[in-house]
């Protein structure tokens, strides 16, 4: 089946700049999302990557491949609010309507 | 603007009760899909609709019934409890156009316990 690995856990500085990767166990994703989600809260969008490259929004940018099956997120200037899990999700090859999600990465944000 | 309303925001059950998590959005949207999160793994969609009077099966449906009766509305029904569906639930809605889900505006969660 379709799966998204992340890693479970890092951990940066603050100012530093963080790159968070997000990769498929196959291929076929029609895109790929991004969401942050604050310990004990919803999940907020990030971005959304449907082409290959990079798509810089603010601090946050976001960079595709598919057809290595890669993508990553990546965090600039670092503050103590990025603490977070950031979570990847790709659509699911035989239904556009659902959301296969990787299980997300906590990221430690230390002064 | 409320968004995407959900309640209770907590609720402790016992094992065999039934209860209904609610879900409500005011931002017209025609999707909306209920998933659990578990610690140490992805998000688990449950159930999700397409429109008024659509709704389908996700990854993980048993154990649990919908209905879309309206494009605000669309409740959760746990048909008897058991400790494994003990989570938080989430949610989400959004501007369905065919392509993919789009954007997913989240509920603020509920987190229900089954002993």
């Known amino acids: 089946g379709q799966n998204i690995d992340q890693p479970t856990e890092m951990t940066a500085t603050e100012g530093a700049i963080v790159q968070i990767n997000c990769t498929y166990q196959?291929?076929?994703?029609?895109?790929l999302f991004w969401y942050q989600q604050h310990a004990g809260e919803a999940p907020t969008f990030l971005s959304y990557?449907?082409l290959d490259g990079l798509e810089e929004k603010g601090r946050f940018s976001s960079f595709l491949s598919r057809s290595k099956g890669y993508s990553y997120l990546l965090l600039k200037e670092l503050q103590m609010k990025d603490s977070a899990s950031y979570l990847c999700?790709?659509?699911?090859?035989?239904?556009?309507?659902?959301?296969?999600w990787g299980a997300g990465t906590k990221l430690i944000i230390k002064p | 603007n409320a968004g995407v309303t959900q309640t209770p925001k907590f609720q402790v059950l016992k094992t065999g009760q039934s209860m209904t998590l609610q879900c409500a959005q005011d931002?017209?949207?025609?999707?909306m899909s209920w998933y659990r999160q578990d610690p140490g793994m992805g998000l688990r969609l449950i159930h999700y609709?397409?429109?008024?009077?659509?709704?389908d099966q996700g990854e993980v449906p048993n154990g649990y019934n919908v209905s879309r009766s309206t494009t605000e509305d669309f409740p959760l029904r746990l048909l008897s409890a058991a400790p494994s569906q003990t989570s938080v639930y989430f949610c989400?809605?959004?501007?369905?156009?065919?392509?993919?889900?789009?954007?997913?505006?989240f509920g603020e969660g509920s987190r229900l316990t089954v002993l």
């Open positions: 931002m017209n949207h025609e999707y």
């Open positions: 609709s397409v429109g008024a009077g659509i709704t």
């Open positions: 990557n449907v």
């Open positions: 989400a809605s959004s501007f369905y156009r065919g392509a993919n889900t789009g954007e997913l505006f």
């Open positions: 196959t291929s076929g994703f029609n895109g």
């Open positions: 999700a790709g659509p699911r090859r035989d239904s556009n309507y659902q959301l296969i």
